[in-house]
Structures are given as C-alpha cells and as structure tokens.
T-cell receptor, first 115, second 110 residues
C-alpha cells in the first residue's frame, strides 16, 4: 500500500517559533509538494521539488522554506511562525513527467495552530 | 484567472438521487484530469481519473470535454457515505504540477 507520512497530525506552536513539518514517501516518487488548505481558499501550493536538493517556489512561499536532502523526504520549515500560518498542511508526492498521468498521493495532513 | 473553477455548492440531496458536479479549467494544454474526494478533516484521496472517452466506476461517471475545457462527475443512486467534498484536479501541460478546484460539498440526506 502506498504511503505518504507526515510527522504530526496536530501541532500547536507559539508565535516566533521555528517549526519543522516532515514528510516521507515510500513510493520512489520524484515529485513532492507542500500545500496549505484553508476554508474557502482550497489547496494552495507553497513549495515543490522535482528531485533531491531541488526546490521551486509555489504560489505562497513567503514565510516558508523547504529541504529535500533525500528523495523520500521533503521538509517544510516555518522560519518564524505567525498566527496567519495556522492552517492544515498537506504533503503530496507523484511520479515525474516521464510517467505523467499518475495521480498525487497525500499524507494525512498536519493541523497547525500558532498561538 | 484561476486554473480550475468549481461550484462550491453545497449540494444537499436525498438518498438515491443523481447529482452532477462540473468544473472548468483555463489551460487548454493541461495533460491529466482527476476527481478527488476529501472527507472532513482528512486528506484528499483519488476517486477516479478522467479520460476523453469518459469513464465509469460503479455509480460514478466522469467526463472530459477538451474543446470546452470542462470536466464533470456524475453520482447515481447517492448513498449517505458519498457525503464529502469533491475536488476537481488538473495537471500542468508537462504533467508535473497539480491544480485544484476549491471543492464542491455534497451532503446526502436520509
């Protein structure tokens, strides 16, 4: 069974803290993505990566950074958490364009609250 | 302009009803198309891929009209367990990026 695993289901952090969200996939996918999902706004792309040590900004990268040191792991970092970063964070992975047509698989999500 | 537009609903239908969701996309070169289902406070999961020839999986039928840049999902004989949010998803021309609609909420009422 394919698996994308996020390190935490629920997280509460204080304003100004540095926050790490970890995501691991076991499907040998090249592509990995971080989204946030807010009511009425749908899924918005924060960052994505097509390969190890490669990263690209999505639609809303401000206040975030990412790290991909190994193919199976993609980390999202909130440099200095703020209350407007309270959200559901979803990691996803997929095969590359060479095997296009396959879907994205999602982790279970991390509900982050910044107080 | 958004890549994918969906009617957010909500759709409230009785058990046994037929319900249809529609979605339009802006990039005519989009490569792949999907419908995902998302239950409350859970992650999205693939419901079905959508092909130009149309495809059916039990009570679910998906259609793609490339000329009109339009995707549809038909659910027949609705069950209580069909209550969820349905997301229309389109990929980039290269197939590496996913664009999501904001989702259509469905509640099936006993």
């Amino acid at each position: 069974d394919v698996k994308v695993t996020q390190s935490s289901r629920y997280l509460v952090k204080r304003t100004g803290e540095k926050v790490f969200l970890e995501c691991v996939q076991d499907m040998d996918h090249e592509n990995m993505f971080w989204y946030r999902q807010d009511p009425g706004l749908g899924l918005r792309l924060i960052y994505f990566s097509y390969d190890v040590k490669m990263k690209e900004k999505g639609d809303i990268p401000e206040g975030y950074s990412v790290s991909r040191e190994k193919k199976e792991r993609f980390s999202l970092i909130l440099e200095s958490a703020s209350t407007n970063q309270t959200s559901m964070y979803l990691c996803a992975s997929s095969f590359s364009r060479d095997r296009a047509g396959t879907e994205a698989f999602f982790g279970q999500g991390t509900r982050l609250t910044v107080v | 302009r958004k890549e994918v537009e969906q009617d957010p609903g909500p759709f409230n239908v009785p058990e046994g009803a037929t319900v249809a969701f529609n979605c339009t996309y802006s990039n005519s070169a989009s490569q792949s198309f999907f419908w995902y289902r998302q239950d409350c406070r859970k992650e999205p999961k693939l419901l079905m891929s959508v092909y130009s020839s149309g495809n059916e999986d039990g009570r679910f039928t998906a259609q793609l009209n490339r000329a009109s840049q339009y995707i549809s999902l038909l659910i027949r004989d609705s069950k209580l367990s069909d209550s969820a949010t349905y997301l229309c998803v389109v990929t980039s021309p290269g197939g590496n990026q996913f664009y999501f609609g904001t989702g259509t909420s469905l509640t099936v009422i006993p």
